[in-house]
């Protein structure tokens, strides 16, 4: 049976892969951001949670000292990176600060992560499963700090497979489309509060993108987790694993549209995907 390692296991994905993980069979370890949040899991002698704030290079490094500790020697097969933020914001109006939050936790939280892994997944067929999104090769309105800080995981990937190519490690992506989680439970409440902040003049640019935004988010359907985790899963158990794995019909119609259309087509597409919803009365 596998040993696994699990970020971002307190909710969404990355908590059902653990729960998966654990039927299966397999020895896991859910890395958690907060302490309370170890008490999610059922108690079993084949978990260990871990805290591991992978905004922070010292607790990570601090979380893989434990493990490193507690396997005393026996290999990771796997590593599923799923922590990340998001939360939508008009680049002209999402403060630094924001962009800052977002690179750090996701896009240098990975860098975290690979790095952590790259030595301890060498050498016996190891899997980095590295979690972007459809947004990790497309770019959707509102999303800027999300999709910028995806992308960027996307190259460092590809970067990090070829510089270990050939040393028995497999660096993998994983492209969900839209999973229903509190992300985007998140978001919804997120553009709702930037929408009753705006000042006048933000309202008279922004207003009527950000309340079809909420609108978009507050109904949107996608695959379950467990649909999800399934799709994760073929990275770590595929015998010869694919770089890349699209999970769900939007992500492989979006990722494909945006490789065969010209820039103008995609922006009538995403603009398509917010204009055509009907808009509520003022203040909605
Ligand atoms: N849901 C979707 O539609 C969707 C689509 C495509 C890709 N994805 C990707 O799939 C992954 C999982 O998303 P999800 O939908 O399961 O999200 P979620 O339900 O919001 O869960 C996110 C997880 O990341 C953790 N996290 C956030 N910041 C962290 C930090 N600094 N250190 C450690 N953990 C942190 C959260 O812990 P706390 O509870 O402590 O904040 C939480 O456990 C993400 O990479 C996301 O970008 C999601």
Not at 185 to 201: C, E, F, L, R, V
């Amino acid at each position: 049976m596998a040993y696994i390692l699990v970020t971002g296991a307190a909710r969404g994905i990355g908590h059902t892969l653990v729960e998966r993980a654990l039927a299966r069979g397999d020895t896991v370890i859910a890395a958690v951001r907060k302490p309370e949040d170890s008490k999610r899991f059922p108690p079993s002698d084949r978990l260990r949670v871990v805290l591991m704030d992978v905004s922070d290079s010292s607790s990570v490094e601090r979380a893989f000292e434990e493990v490193d500790r507690w396997l005393s020697g026996i290999h990771l097969d796997s590593i599923v990176h799923c922590a990340a933020i998001s939360a939508p914001g008009a680049i002209e109006l999402t403060p630094v600060s924001e962009f800052d939050a977002h690179l750090n936790t996701n896009t240098i939280g990975s860098l975290r992560i690979i790095q952590a892994a790259i030595p301890r997944l060498r050498g016996h067929g190891g899997r980095l499963v590295l979690v972007t999104s459809l947004w990790g090769q497309a770019s959707g309105a509102l999303l800027g700090a999300y999709c910028a800080s995806k992308h960027a995981i996307e190259s460092l990937a590809d970067t990090a497979r070829r510089e270990t190519a050939g040393t028995n490690l497999h660096i993998i992506v994983a492209e969900p489309g839209v999973v229903v989680t509190d992300m985007l439970t998140g978001q919804a409440q997120t553009a709702k509060a930037h929408i009753d902040k705006m000042s006048d003049h933000e309202r008279s640019l922004y207003g009527t993108l950000y309340r079809r935004y909420f609108k978009l988010v507050s109904n949107a359907s996608g695959i379950t987790p467990e649909q999800c985790a399934a799709g994760i899963e073929r990275a770590l158990f595929d015998p010869r694993p694919a770089t890349r794995y699209r999970i769900g019909k939007d992500s492989r119609i979006v990722c494909m549209l945006n490789w065969l259309l010209p820039d103008r087509w995609m922006d009538g597409l995403m603009g398509l995907s917010l204009n055509n919803k009907p808009l509520p009365a003022d203040g909605a």
